[in-house]
C-alpha cells in the first residue's frame, strides 16, 4: 500500500471521526510524496509516522456559573502537537462546531505554518465548544477563568504560548491572562494577542489580514500584476477580514464583500471600514446592522444563498480573500471565481477551500496562497510579542510592521523556490508544504527518538 494510504488508514483506524484533520494530513502527505522519494532518510526514520501524532492531546471539563447561577459545562482542549523548533504556539478556538479533529486539523497545520516563518516555535492548538454569542461579559470572564484554572499547568512562556483564535479576540486573552497570573503569582509572556498597555505587541491586531494581503501581494508581483484598483472579494467580518479589507484598502484595493454566520454584505462602492469595525469589534452584532447605514449595499441572509454554495465567491473579483472559516469554498464556487475572472486567492483562515477547489485553483495555475502560507503573519507576529516580552522591550508600529512584511516575503519566496525545486513552480501547495516539513523533519532526525 502506498505510503499515503497506509498513513491514512491508520489515523482513521485510531482516531476515529476526525473529518477535518484527514483533510489536512491527506493534502500534506500527497504533497510530500515526490521528498519521500529523494530523500530516504525521512522514511528511515519513521518521521511521518511520528509527525501525524500529537506529542501530547489535553481535554478538561470547564465548569462556569452563568448569569442565572447555573452550573455550565464545556469541553476544554489543547493539542501540544509537535514542539521541535520551539515552544507549542497556536490559537485558542472558541466556537460551538470546536471538537477534537477541528483542533488537530488546527494544530496539525500550525506545525508547517510556524515553520515557514522561520522563528523558533512549535505547533499547537486548543480552544472549546463553549459559545461566545449571546454571553455577557461577566459570563465570558467566568468561562475564561474557569477554562484557564485547568489550562495554566501545561503552558509557561518556554512551554507553550497560546493566542487567540475564533471567537478569542482581546477581551477574552485579557481575561485568561489575568487568571493565570492570579494562579501563577507569574508576569511573563504565556499569552499573546494581550492589550498594548499590558505587554502586547503593536500589529498583533492586525497582523493576519495585512499578512494575507502582503502574500497576495508578493503572489502578484512575481507576475507582474498588482492589487491596485481591483475588485477584491472578502469573506468573514472578524479580526482577519477587518484587517485583510484594512490592508486592501491601504493599497488601494477595492473590498466589496464580507460575510459572517448569518449572512453576507456586498457594498459595490466598497465596503466602508468604519461601519464594518463599529458593527463587529464595538456593537458585536450582526453584518444586517451595516445595511442600516449604508441601504445602498445589499444583505443576503444565508436562507438566501444559492443551494450549497457561499454567496460571497459569487461577486466577481480579479482577487478573493476567504478569511471565515474552513471549507466555506466548494469546487462550484471555485469554478465560478475562475469564470468570473478572480486570479488570485489569499487564504486568511485555515484551510477554507476543500480539496476539490484546491484542486481547480492549481490547474487554472492562478496566484493561490495556501493558509499555512498566507495566514502565518498572525503567528509569526506573535513571536515577536514573545521576542519583545522576553527582552522587556516594545517595538514601534513600523518596525513590527516591516519585520511583518519581511517574513511574509520569506515565506512566499521559500514556498515558491521550493515548488521549483520540486519541477512545479506555480503551486505553493506543494511548496509551503514541503518546505514547512523540511525544517520540522531535519530537527526531528537531529533530536532522536522522543
Ligand atoms: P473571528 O472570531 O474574529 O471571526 C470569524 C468570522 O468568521 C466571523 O465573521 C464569523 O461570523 C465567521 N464565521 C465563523 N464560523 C463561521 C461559519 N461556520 N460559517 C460562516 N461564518 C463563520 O475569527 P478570526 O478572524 O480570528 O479567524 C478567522 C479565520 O482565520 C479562522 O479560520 C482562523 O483559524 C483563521 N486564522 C486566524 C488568525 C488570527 O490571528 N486571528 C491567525 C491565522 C488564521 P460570526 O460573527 O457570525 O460568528
Given at each position: 500500500?502506498?505510503?499515503?494510504?497506509?498513513?491514512?488508514?491508520?489515523?482513521?483506524?485510531?482516531?476515529?471521526?476526525?473529518?477535518?484533520?484527514?483533510?489536512?494530513?491527506?493534502?500534506?502527505?500527497?504533497?510530500?510524496?515526490?521528498?519521500?522519494?529523494?530523500?530516504?532518510?525521512?522514511?528511515?526514520?519513521?518521521?511521518?509516522?511520528?509527525?501525524?501524532?500529537?506529542?501530547?492531546?489535553?481535554?478538561?471539563?470547564?465548569?462556569?456559573?452563568?448569569?442565572?447561577?447555573?452550573?455550565?459545562?464545556?469541553?476544554?482542549?489543547?493539542?501540544?502537537?509537535?514542539?521541535?523548533?520551539?515552544?507549542?504556539?497556536?490559537?485558542?478556538?472558541?466556537?460551538?462546531?470546536?471538537?477534537?479533529?477541528?483542533?488537530?486539523?488546527?494544530?496539525?497545520?500550525?506545525?508547517?505554518?510556524?515553520?515557514?516563518?522561520?522563528?523558533?516555535?512549535?505547533?499547537?492548538?486548543?480552544?472549546?465548544?463553549?459559545?461566545?454569542?449571546g454571553k455577557s461579559d461577566g459570563e465570558i470572564m467566568r468561562f475564561c477563568q474557569s477554562f484557564m484554572t485547568e489550562l495554566y499547568r501545561h503552558i509557561g512562556p518556554t512551554i507553550d504560548v497560546p493566542?487567540?483564535?475564533?471567537?478569542?479576540?482581546?477581551?477574552?486573552?485579557?481575561?485568561?491572562?489575568?487568571?493565570?497570573?492570579?494562579?501563577?503569582?507569574?508576569?511573563?509572556?504565556?499569552?499573546?494577542?494581550?492589550?498594548?498597555?499590558?505587554?502586547?505587541?503593536?500589529?498583533?491586531?492586525?497582523?493576519?489580514?495585512?499578512?494575507?494581503?502582503?502574500?497576495?501581494?508578493?503572489?502578484?508581483?512575481?507576475?507582474?500584476?498588482?492589487?491596485?484598483?481591483?475588485?477584491?472579494?472578502?469573506?468573514?467580518?472578524?479580526?482577519?477580514?477587518?484587517?485583510?479589507?484594512?490592508?486592501?484598502?491601504?493599497?488601494?484595493?477595492?473590498?466589496?464583500?464580507?460575510?459572517?454566520?448569518?449572512?453576507?454584505?456586498?457594498?459595490?462602492?466598497?465596503?466602508?471600514?468604519?461601519?464594518?469595525?463599529?458593527?463587529?469589534?464595538?456593537?458585536?452584532?450582526?453584518?444586517?446592522?451595516?445595511?442600516?447605514?449604508?441601504?445602498?449595499?445589499?444583505?443576503?441572509?444565508?436562507?438566501?444563498?444559492?443551494?450549497?454554495?457561499?454567496?460571497?465567491?459569487?461577486?466577481?473579483?480579479?482577487?478573493?480573500?476567504?478569511?471565515?472559516?474552513?471549507?466555506?469554498?466548494?469546487?462550484?464556487?471555485?469554478?465560478?471565481?475562475?469564470?468570473?475572472?478572480?486570479?488570485?486567492?489569499?487564504?486568511?483562515?485555515?484551510?477554507?477551500?476543500?480539496?476539490?477547489?484546491?484542486?481547480?485553483?492549481?490547474?487554472?495555475?492562478?496566484?493561490?496562497?495556501?493558509?499555512?502560507?498566507?495566514?502565518?503573519?498572525?503567528?509569526?507576529?506573535?513571536?515577536?510579542?514573545?521576542?519583545?516580552?522576553?527582552?522587556?522591550?516594545?517595538?514601534?508600529?513600523?518596525?513590527?510592521?516591516?519585520?511583518?512584511?519581511?517574513?511574509?516575503?520569506?515565506?512566499?519566496?521559500?514556498?515558491?523556490?521550493?515548488?521549483?525545486?520540486?519541477?512545479?513552480?506555480?503551486?505553493?501547495?506543494?511548496?509551503?508544504?514541503?518546505?514547512?516539513?523540511?525544517?520540522?523533519?531535519?530537527?526531528?532526525?537531529?533530536?532522536?527518538?522522543?
Open positions: 500500500m502506498p505510503y499515503t494510504a497506509k498513513t491514512m488508514e491508520y489515523l482513521k483506524r485510531t482516531s476515529p471521526a476526525q473529518t477535518e484533520f484527514y483533510q489536512a494530513a491527506e493534502e500534506v502527505l500527497m504533497s510530500l510524496r515526490p521528498l519521500l522519494d529523494k530523500d530516504p532518510r525521512y522514511k528511515n526514520h519513521n518521521i511521518i509516522e511520528r509527525i501525524v501524532e500529537p506529542e501530547r492531546q489535553i481535554l478538561f471539563r470547564v465548569t462556569w456559573i452563568d448569569d442565572q447561577g447555573q452550573i455550565q459545562v464545556n469541553k476544554g482542549f489543547r493539542i501540544e502537537f509537535n514542539s521541535c523548533l520551539g515552544p507549542y504556539k497556536g490559537g485558542l478556538r472558541f466556537h460551538p462546531s470546536v471538537n477534537a479533529g477541528i483542533i488537530k486539523f488546527l494544530g496539525f497545520e500550525q506545525i508547517f505554518k510556524n515553520s515557514l516563518t522561520g522563528l523558533p516555535i512549535g505547533g499547537g492548538k486548543g480552544g472549546s465548544d463553549f459559545d461566545p454569542k493566542a487567540g483564535d475564533i471567537g478569542v479576540g482581546g477581551r477574552e486573552i485579557g481575561y485568561l491572562f489575568g487568571q493565570y497570573k492570579r494562579l501563577t503569582g507569574r508576569y511573563e509572556g504565556v499569552l499573546t494577542g494581550k492589550g498594548l498597555n499590558w505587554g502586547g505587541s503593536l500589529v498583533r491586531t492586525e497582523a493576519t489580514g495585512y499578512g494575507a494581503v502582503y502574500f497576495a501581494q508578493n503572489m502578484l508581483e512575481a507576475r507582474g500584476e498588482t492589487l491596485e484598483g481591483k475588485v477584491c472579494t472578502v469573506s468573514g467580518s472578524g479580526n482577519v477580514a477587518i484587517y485583510t479589507i484594512e490592508k486592501l484598502y491601504q493599497l488601494g484595493a477595492k473590498p466589496v464583500t464580507v460575510s459572517d454566520s448569518r449572512g453576507m454584505v456586498y457594498d459595490k462602492h466598497g465596503i466602508n471600514l468604519e461601519t464594518l469595525k463599529e458593527v463587529k469589534e464595538v456593537q458585536k452584532t450582526s453584518l444586517e446592522a451595516y445595511i442600516k447605514e449604508h441601504p445602498s449595499a445589499e444583505y443576503t441572509p444565508v436562507s438566501d444563498y444559492p443551494k450549497g454554495r457561499n454567496a460571497v465567491w459569487t461577486i466577481p473579483c480579479y482577487a478573493a480573500f476567504p478569511s471565515a472559516t474552513q471549507n466555506e469554498l466548494n469546487a462550484a464556487d471555485a469554478k465560478e471565481l475562475l469564470k468570473n475572472g478572480c486570479v488570485c486567492i489569499s487564504e486568511g483562515a485555515n484551510m477554507p477551500s476543500t480539496p476539490e477547489a484546491v484542486d481547480l485553483f492549481l490547474e487554472a495555475k492562478i496566484a493561490y496562497g495556501p493558509g499555512k502560507a498566507a495566514n502565518a503573519g498572525g503567528v509569526a507576529t506573535s513571536q515577536l510579542e514573545m521576542s519583545q516580552n522576553a527582552g522587556m522591550e516594545s517595538w514601534d508600529f513600523e518596525t513590527v510592521d516591516n519585520k511583518l512584511k519581511g517574513i511574509m516575503e520569506g515565506i512566499f519566496l521559500n514556498s515558491s523556490e521550493t515548488a521549483k525545486e520540486f519541477g512545479d513552480p506555480t503551486n505553493l501547495v506543494l511548496g509551503a508544504n514541503i518546505a514547512g516539513f523540511r525544517k520540522v523533519a531535519n530537527a526531528m532526525i537531529d533530536q532522536g527518538a522522543v
